[in-house]
């Protein structure tokens, strides 16, 4: 039995191990959690027509949207580890995990196997453009004027822009009204309309509207000044230093167990991706960050700090599921 056993030990591997080096044998899904045409969709679609150039397999993207993308975490924890299905993971993969805690949904670091980080999503502080609000400190000292007066939308609860004006609010002791929309387009409408004061919105395709005087650029949260808008103060130059440090990365994982040198192909076919020209063009024009992606161990790292940074930030501010 024992040499039965051995033997079919090592069957198993050298399968295995033939798997991994016929890998991809067939397209590859890549699961992003929210809307078709939103900042997570488009920048996954640009990294996975490189990535199926590199791999030699389609990467096709796969919209698996709600619950702030719990559902396509979930189906990609329950995939099979064998580099077919991953996950486009934004501030929700860590987010959900806290906020849910009680729940357990999942681990961010242990029911996943990193692949790499792929870019930075840094917001811009918008209000309508006849605000009485000119810098972040006008819209701070008005909410310590009346507070609850002043609201701030967001695509969700939980999102990078609640998180960040309430972040705001913990760091300049202030009382602000919260009001949630199911997406970033109906929360920058209401902005726009003057009905609530004001909201932090990703970079993509935004610049148009403040150059046309449809909105006000309060701040970026960039650690400098952003070359669309360089006339608008950082949030450290606004009296927030280290905010930069609470902005948004997007980044690829597999299901735990994934083969390493699958892990090692899909890694080398994200940062080929992110070392195009073009790529880093386009990204760029999206408002994203690119630093090269990273290695497994780097953004497995990274997602650790990530979560305990925002751990911090959803405890102090009171944040909680909805």
């Not at 975490?73 to 993969?93: F, I, K, N, W």
């Not at 999102?159 to 760091?171: D, K, W």
């Not at 386009?282 to 305990?308: C, H, M, N, V, Y």
Request: aromatic share 6%; glycine share 8%; proline share 7%.
């Amino acid at each position: 039995m024992t040499g039965r056993f051995f033997l079919a030990c090592i069957a198993a591997l050298g399968g295995a191990a033939a798997s991994a080096q016929d890998y991809p044998a067939k397209p590859v899904r890549l699961l992003v959690g929210f809307a078709a045409g939103g900042p997570t969709d488009v920048i996954a679609r640009v990294i996975a027509q490189d990535m199926a150039m590199s791999l030699g397999q389609g990467v096709v993207v796969e919209n698996k949207t709600g619950a702030n993308a719990l559902i396509a975490t979930q189906e990609v924890r329950r995939a099979a580890p064998d580099g077919y299905t991953l996950l486009m993971t934004t501030l929700s993969h860590n987010v959900n995990a806290i906020l849910l805690a009680d729940q357990k949904p999942y681990d961010p670091i242990k029911d996943f196997a990193p692949i790499s980080l792929v870019s930075f999503l840094p917001l811009v502080m918008v209000t309508r453009a006849d605000a009485p609000f000119n810098s972040v400190q006008d819209v701070v000292q008005a909410a310590k004027a009346k507070p609850g007066e002043v609201s701030y939308a967001s695509a969700g609860n939980g999102g990078s822009a609640h998180l960040a004006a309430a972040l705001v609010e913990t760091l300049s002791g202030t009382r602000m009204t919260h009001v949630p929309f199911r997406g970033n387009a109906p929360a920058l409408t209401e902005v726009m309309a003057g009905r609530v004061s004001f909201m932090f919105y990703p970079m993509v395709g935004i610049a148009d509207q403040v150059a046309q005087k449809r909105l006000k650029a309060l701040a970026v949260s960039t650690e400098k000044r952003h070359p669309d808008y360089p006339a608008v103060l950082t949030m450290a130059e606004s009296g927030f230093p280290g905010f930069e440090q609470y902005t948004q990365g997007l980044g690829v994982v597999a299901p735990a167990n994934t083969p390493a040198p699958v892990i090692d192909k899909l890694n080398a076919a994200v940062r080929a991706s992110l070392a195009k020209p073009e790529t880093k063009d386009k990204l760029k024009g999206l408002g994203a960050i690119t630093q090269g992606g990273s290695s497994p161990a780097e953004f497995r790292a990274w997602l650790q700090t990530d979560a305990e940074r925002w751990a911090r930030v959803i405890k102090a501010a009171g944040v909680r599921a909805e």
